[in-house]
Protein backbone atom coordinates (compact mmCIF):
# COMPACT_ATOMS: atom_id res chain seq x y z
CA UNK A 1 0.00 0.00 0.00
CA UNK A 2 1.35 3.19 -0.99
CA UNK A 3 0.27 6.59 0.44
CA UNK A 4 0.74 9.78 -0.97
CA UNK A 5 0.38 13.66 -0.11
CA UNK A 6 0.50 16.73 -1.91
CA UNK A 7 1.86 19.72 -0.29
CA UNK A 8 3.02 23.66 -1.64
CA UNK A 9 0.27 24.64 -3.43
CA UNK A 10 -1.22 27.85 -3.11
CA UNK A 11 -1.77 31.26 -4.79
CA UNK A 12 0.21 32.94 -7.19
CA UNK A 13 0.81 35.45 -9.92
CA UNK A 14 1.42 34.94 -14.07
CA UNK A 15 5.33 34.17 -14.35
CA UNK A 16 6.06 33.12 -10.76
CA UNK A 17 6.92 29.73 -9.57
CA UNK A 18 5.73 26.86 -7.01
CA UNK A 19 7.00 23.72 -6.33
CA UNK A 20 4.72 21.08 -5.41
CA UNK A 21 5.98 18.14 -3.17
CA UNK A 22 4.22 14.73 -2.81
CA UNK A 23 5.29 12.27 -0.28
CA UNK A 24 5.03 9.03 0.22
CA UNK A 25 4.72 6.32 2.36
CA UNK A 26 5.02 2.25 1.71
CA UNK A 27 6.60 0.77 -1.18
CA UNK A 28 9.73 2.36 -0.54
CA UNK A 29 11.32 -0.55 -1.90
CA UNK A 30 9.12 -0.78 -4.66
CA UNK A 31 9.93 0.30 -8.42
CA UNK A 32 6.77 2.60 -8.97
CA UNK A 33 6.12 5.81 -11.50
CA UNK A 34 5.18 9.03 -9.77
CA UNK A 35 3.11 11.05 -11.82
CA UNK A 36 0.99 14.80 -11.52
CA UNK A 37 -2.28 15.34 -12.87
CA UNK A 38 -4.60 18.54 -12.45
CA UNK A 39 -8.09 19.22 -12.66
CA UNK A 40 -9.02 22.37 -13.46
CA UNK A 41 -12.43 23.83 -12.70
CA UNK A 42 -14.99 22.19 -14.95
CA UNK A 43 -12.88 19.92 -16.75
CA UNK A 44 -11.97 16.41 -16.67
CA UNK A 45 -8.60 15.20 -15.28
CA UNK A 46 -5.47 15.58 -17.14
CA UNK A 47 -1.94 14.52 -16.86
CA UNK A 48 0.92 16.16 -16.56
CA UNK A 49 3.89 14.50 -15.90
CA UNK A 50 5.12 11.33 -14.94
CA UNK A 51 8.92 9.91 -13.96
CA UNK A 52 9.92 6.28 -13.33
CA UNK A 53 11.66 5.28 -10.12
CA UNK A 54 15.14 6.58 -10.48
CA UNK A 55 14.54 9.70 -12.81
CA UNK A 56 15.66 8.49 -15.40
CA UNK A 57 12.66 8.45 -17.67
CA UNK A 58 10.80 11.61 -17.30
CA UNK A 59 7.14 12.12 -19.47
CA UNK A 60 5.26 16.04 -19.58
CA UNK A 61 2.36 17.00 -21.27
CA UNK A 62 2.99 19.63 -24.38
CA UNK A 63 1.43 22.35 -22.41
CA UNK A 64 4.05 22.67 -19.56
CA UNK A 65 7.01 21.23 -21.24
CA UNK A 66 10.29 23.78 -20.96
CA UNK A 67 7.95 25.48 -17.21
CA UNK A 68 7.24 22.11 -15.23
CA UNK A 69 10.39 19.56 -14.21
CA UNK A 70 9.30 16.54 -12.32
CA UNK A 71 12.20 15.29 -9.98
CA UNK A 72 12.34 12.24 -7.28
CA UNK A 73 14.22 12.19 -3.80
CA UNK A 74 14.01 8.09 -3.02
CA UNK A 75 15.71 8.72 0.06
CA UNK A 76 13.26 11.01 1.08
CA UNK A 77 10.22 9.72 -0.24
CA UNK A 78 9.36 12.99 -2.19
CA UNK A 79 9.01 13.68 -5.81
CA UNK A 80 8.51 17.09 -6.63
CA UNK A 81 6.97 19.26 -9.20
CA UNK A 82 8.59 22.54 -9.96
CA UNK A 83 6.46 24.58 -11.37
CA UNK A 84 8.17 27.63 -13.53
CA UNK A 85 7.25 30.76 -15.63
CA UNK A 86 3.18 30.05 -14.39
CA UNK A 87 0.00 30.59 -16.27
CA UNK A 88 -3.85 31.38 -15.38
CA UNK A 89 -4.41 28.12 -17.20
CA UNK A 90 -2.25 26.45 -14.74
CA UNK A 91 -4.82 27.21 -12.23
CA UNK A 92 -6.33 23.53 -10.77
CA UNK A 93 -5.82 20.86 -8.15
CA UNK A 94 -2.81 19.13 -8.11
CA UNK A 95 -3.04 15.67 -7.80
CA UNK A 96 0.30 13.36 -7.40
CA UNK A 97 -0.34 9.32 -8.44
CA UNK A 98 1.61 6.54 -7.91
CA UNK A 99 1.70 3.11 -10.16
CA UNK A 100 3.65 -0.31 -10.53
CA UNK A 101 6.26 0.23 -13.35
CA UNK A 102 4.54 -2.83 -15.20
CA UNK A 103 1.35 -1.41 -15.41
CA UNK A 104 2.18 2.62 -15.95
CA UNK A 105 5.66 2.07 -18.76
CA UNK A 106 3.73 1.97 -21.74
CA UNK A 107 1.34 4.47 -21.07
CA UNK A 108 2.07 7.09 -17.68
CA UNK A 109 -0.29 9.42 -19.78
CA UNK A 110 -3.25 7.25 -18.69
CA UNK A 111 -5.42 7.75 -15.02
CA UNK A 112 -6.30 4.32 -15.12
CA UNK A 113 -3.01 2.68 -14.49
CA UNK A 114 -1.94 4.18 -11.20
CA UNK A 115 -3.28 2.41 -8.04
CA UNK A 116 -2.58 5.06 -5.60
CA UNK A 117 -3.84 9.02 -5.24
CA UNK A 118 -3.49 11.18 -3.02
CA UNK A 119 -6.05 13.76 -2.46
CA UNK A 120 -4.71 16.97 -4.32
CA UNK A 121 -3.31 20.45 -3.61
CA UNK A 122 -4.93 23.80 -4.77
CA UNK A 123 -2.56 26.06 -7.15
CA UNK A 124 -4.02 29.47 -8.36
CA UNK A 125 -2.51 31.66 -10.49
CA UNK A 126 -3.93 34.77 -11.17
CA UNK A 127 -3.16 37.44 -14.06
Known amino acids: QVRLAESGGGLAQTGDSLRLTCANS????????LAWFRQAPGKDREFVAA????????VYVDSVKGRFAISRNKDKNRTYLQMDNLKSEDTAIYYC????????????????????WGQGTQVTVSA
Open 51 to 58: SNWDGSRT
Open 97 to 116: AAGWTYFVESTPQRQAVYNF
Open 26 to 33: GGEDDPYY
